[in-house]
C-alpha cells in the first residue's frame, strides 16, 4: 500500500461525494439553500461554499505555497450555481495535482504560508488527508440538512463507494 | 511520520472530537437525547450509538475477530452506558492502532458483504471507519448545536493545530 493510492482513492471518493450532495441540494429552491438550519456555516449554500473555499485555498498552497485569496472571502458564494463552478475547476485542479503525484512528492515537506502570512511545513500527504476530512466533515452537516429538508443524499460511506467504485 | 504513526494520529484525533461530542451530549435530559433530530438514525442517542456500534463491528473486522453484538441502549441514564462503551471501544481502537505495523496495514482482511466474502486491505478498513466516524459526529454536531450544546470545534486543524490556519 502506498500513499499514492491512498491519496488517489480519498480524492476520487472526495469529488464522488461532493457531486452527490450537489447533485440532490439542486432539488432544493433558493430560499431553502440559503436558510439557517444550526450547521457549523449555517446554511446548506454555506456549507458547501465552505468546502469548496477550503479545498482552492489549500490547492493553491499546495502549488504555490500559499493563497492568493483569504478563505473567508472565497466562501462568499450567492448561489448553488457559483458553488457548483467552484467545485468544478478544483475538482480538475485537484485530478490534475493527484495525477502527477509520486509518493516522494508526497512524502517531502511542503513549506506554504497561510493568508496572514504565517509560515509551515508538513508533508504533503497529511495536509491532503486533512482536506479530505475537512470535506467529509461538512458533508456529514449537509447531509443532515438536506435530510431535514426531505432530500437524503443516501450513503455517502466511504466504503459503500469503494466497493461500488473498485470492487 | 510515517503512514502507521499517522494512522495512529488519526484515531487519537477520532478519539478526542467523540469525547467532546460525549462532553456535549451530557448536558442533555434522556429526554432530549431520545427526542427526534433527524440524521442518520432520528434521536441524538440512537446516533451516537451508530457511532460507536461502528467503531465496535469494524474493530472485530479490522482484527479479524468475532462479531461482537451491541445490546440497545437503556431507557435509562443513556450517557452513562454510552460512555461505557465509548471508553471499552476506545480502548480497543489504541490496542489496534498501538499494534500495527506497515505489512499488517497493507494486509487483506476479508469481510461478509452482500452476502459473499470479499477482501480488502486493512488500511481502507481503517479509512473508512475514520471517515465514518467524521461524517456522524457533524451530524450528531449539528444536533447538539440545535440543542444549545455545540461540542465546539471539531476540526483537526484544532487537534492538529500545526497544520495552520484554515484561511
Known amino acids: 500500500m502506498s500513499k499514492l493510492e491512498l491519496i488517489t482513492h480519498v480524492y476520487e471518493y472526495n469529488e464522488w461525494a461532493n457531486d452527490r450532495l450537489l447533485d440532490v441540494a439542486s432539488g432544493l429552491s433558493a430560499g431553502e439553500l440559503s436558510a439557517g438550519r444550526g450547521a457549523s456555516f449555517d446554511s446548506v449554500l454555506s456549507s458547501f461554499a465552505h468546502v469548496a473555499a477550503g479545498q482552492i485555498v489549500w490547492l493553491e498552497r499546495w502549488l504555490g505555497g500559499e493563497n492568493a485569496t483569504p478563505l473567508l472571502e472565497l466562501q462568499k458564494m450567492p448561489d448553488l450555481g457559483t458553488v457548483r463552478a467552484s467545485f468544478l ?26 493568508s496572514r502570512g ?25 447531509a443532515m440538512m438536506l435530510t431535514g429538508l426531505g432530500h437524503s443524499p443516501g450513503d455517502l460511506d466511504f466504503s459503500f463507494w469503494e466497493y461500488e467504485h473498485h470492487a | 511520520m510515517t503512514w502507521t504513526e499517522h494512522v495512529r494520529g488519526t484515531y487519537a484525533y477520532n478519539e478526542w472530537a467523540n469525547s467532546r461530542l460525549l462532553d456535549a451530549a451530557a448536558r442533555l435530559t434522556d429526554e432530549q437525547l431520545t427526542s427526534e433530530r433527524g440524521g442518520s438514525r432520528g434521536s441524538l442517542a440512537e446516533n451516537l450509538a451508530h457511532l460507536v456500534n461502528t467503531q465496535v463491528g469494524w474493530s472485530d473486522v479490522i482484527s479479524e475477530a468475532d462479531f461482537t453484538p451491541q445490546p440497545p441502549l437503556p431507557e435509562k441514564d443513556i450517557m452513562a452506558a454510552l460512555r461505557t462503551r465509548f471508553g471499552e471501544s476506545h480502548a480497543r481502537l489504541r490496542e489496534i492502532t498501538d499494534g500495527l505495523t506497515p505489512e499488517s496495514l497493507a494486509a487483506v482482511v476479508r469481510r461478509e458483504r452482500g452476502g459473499q466474502m470479499h477482501g480488502y486491505p486493512r488500511w481502507q478498513m481503517l479509512l473508512h471507519l475514520a471517515t465514518h466516524g467524521t461524517q456522524h459526529r457533524a451530524e450528531i454536531g449539528v444536533a447538539l448545536l440545535a440543542l444549545a450544546a455545540s461540542p465546539g470545534d471539531l476540526d483537526a486543524l484544532f487537534f492538529f493545530p500545526d497544520l495552520g490556519a484554515e484561511g
Not at chain 1, 102 to 109: K, N
Not at chain 1, 118 to 134: C, F, G, I, K
Open chain 1, 89 to 114: 475547476a478544483s475538482h480538475a485542479g485537484l485530478r490534475e495535482l493527484v495525477s502527477g503525484l509520486t509518493d516522494e512528492r508526497l512524502e517531502a515537506p511542503l513549506e506554504y504560508r497561510d
Open chain 1, 118 to 142: 504565517d509560515e509551515y511545513s508538513r508533508p504533503l500527504w497529511q495536509l491532503m488527508t486533512h482536506v479530505a476530512n475537512h470535506g467529509t466533515y461538512h458533508r456529514g452537516e449537509i
